[in-house]
């Protein structure tokens, strides 16, 4: 029996929390909810002209011309070394020569290369100061990539050529 009045007590305490209340939480939106948080439209910066750097820019185009020329030439020439020393055994007289032409594409090939990462180093220049792309040094990159790609891929044709089976 003495378990009865606290079993009263705890029944009574119970009955304070519970609620019967029908009332169930709103589905209507927040206030929050209709806040719109995307970035406003910027428009994009434009470059100013920069005498300085456009002359920067047609030196190293030249550079790149003059490399391209250089390697053309350098490439007809190797390329009539490799046909001679195709199907020779490494070591060989015309087999030599051949190498000996290859290297000298291969030291034109990284001065254009060379020429391109110049040109890189001047974009990255320009965004370490938060300046706006420059369209006439992208569009010379874009050009000198070109031609380094192109020599790449001819060097490595002539490389193949002469490669041992």
Do not use: H
């Not at 254009?112 to 001047?122: E, S």
């Not at 000198?144 to 020599?151: C, K, L, R, S």
């Amino acid at each position: 029996m003495r378990s009865l009045p606290l079993l009263a007590l705890g029944a009574a305490l119970l009955a304070g929390c519970a609620q019967t209340s029908t009332r169930y939480p709103s589905l209507l939106p927040r206030a929050n909810e209709g806040l719109n948080f995307t970035e406003p439209e910027r428009p994009a910066p434009q470059a100013t002209p920069d005498a300085a750097l456009d002359a920067r820019i047609a030196a190293l185009a030249a550079t790149i011309d003059s490399t391209d020329r250089d390697f053309k030439a350098a490439a007809k020439e190797a390329e009539s070394k490799v046909t001679r020393a195709r199907g020779m055994a490494a070591g060989t007289s015309p087999w030599l020569d051949a190498q000996t032409a290859l290297s000298v594409l291969d030291g034109l090939r990284s001065r254009a290369a060379v020429t391109l990462a110049d040109m890189d180093q001047l974009r990255i220049e320009r965004a370490q100061t938060g300046a706006p792309d420059y369209p006439a040094l992208q569009a010379a990159m874009d050009r000198a990539g070109a031609i380094v790609a192109a020599q790449e891929s001819r060097a490595r044709a002539l490389e193949a050529a002469i490669a041992p089976s």
